[in-house]
């Protein structure tokens, strides 16, 4: 089974072996799916495995990280993996030299769903960051073509300030609720919906403008400040996606940062999650 997908503008490729019996998977990919026969960036294949055959290359394998999920990564940067536990693979991603064509192995477990999902982000991640391309970790509201993202660490309250603008704040609608794509077109950060929504179902092929980018603090009042130059560049760039590591990408990550910090208001909030603070971050917002 073939299909064509567009997020953000970039069409990938997914082959599925006629026997995968979870269509649900696909649900959120409905929205993007392409119709025309267009070129396509990068394909993903997925065949199916034992759990026991991913631990063979185990010993070739590098925890990148300390926290689940766990990011795996070979000597030569072309095979990846993740997993829940810090001891064995969930799933394996072989990639040819260019990350045009990628593999996913994938046994069946409960987190199947998951894996999936992510070697499809890190092939999305892969294929497009030096095309001015970004994949954030984030919250987005739009409204009348403009859209505002709302950043933070895990926990912070990103959902919970979107829906406060939701409730409160008249002609707001989601347009994605954890990783949303932005791209720098035609000298205009534009921002995506993707079939990468978090916990939340908010699956939307529409775009809009970046307007402003507020990173989220709790805190015991609210308060809010205008960032500007290295302030903002640092208060932006933790929630970027990218493989820094990879010289060619990292360059691609900070130019593209650099473009937000130009085009978009920077802001921070130290917030309760109340109205008030949807209110003030709203307003200084649109201030001139």
């Not at 394909?43 to 689940?68: G, H």
């Not at 402003?212 to 205008?226: D, F, G, P």
């Not at 593209?256 to 971050?281: M, N």
């Amino acid at each position: 089974m073939n299909y064509l997908y567009t997020v953000a503008g970039h069409t990938f490729k997914l082959l599925l072996p006629d026997d995968l019996s979870e269509v649900e998977w696909l649900v959120p990919y409905i929205p993007f799916e392409e119709k025309r026969e267009v070129a396509f960036l990068f394909t993903l294949e997925i065949k199916k495995c034992t759990i026991a055959s991913l631990q063979d290359v185990r010993r070739d394998m590098c925890r990148f990280n300390d926290e689940p999920p766990y990011l795996w990564l070979d000597n030569e940067g072309f095979m990846f993996a993740s997993s829940m536990d810090e001891d064995s693979l969930g799933c394996l991603i072989c990639t040819e030299k260019y990350y045009t064509i990628g593999t996913l192995y994938l046994p069946e477990t409960s987190n199947a769903k998951f894996y999936f999902d992510n070697a499809l982000k890190l092939l999305y991640i892969l294929n497009t960051t030096t095309l001015n391309t970004l994949m954030l970790h984030a919250s987005v509201v739009i409204q009348a073509g403009n859209g505002y993202a709302f950043l933070g660490k895990s926990g912070t309250g990103k959902s919970t300030h979107s829906q406060l603008w939701l409730r409160y704040l008249e002609g707001y609608e989601l347009l994605n609720d954890d990783h949303p794509i932005i791209r720098l077109v035609n000298d205009e950060v534009i921002i995506y919906g993707s079939p990468w929504s978090g916990k939340t179902p908010c699956y939307k092929n529409k775009q809009a403008r970046l307007k402003a980018v507020v990173r989220l603090e709790q805190a015991s009042e609210n308060k809010i400040i205008r960032l500007r130059g290295i302030q903002a560049y640092a208060a932006f760039s933790p929630s970027c996606s990218g493989m820094r590591w990879q010289r060619e990408m990292a360059d691609a990550i900070h130019q593209t940062i650099v473009a937000v910090t130009e085009h978009c208001r920077l802001l921070h909030l130290k917030c309760l999650p109340d109205e008030e603070a949807a209110r003030l971050c709203c307003q200084t917002i649109h201030e001139r």
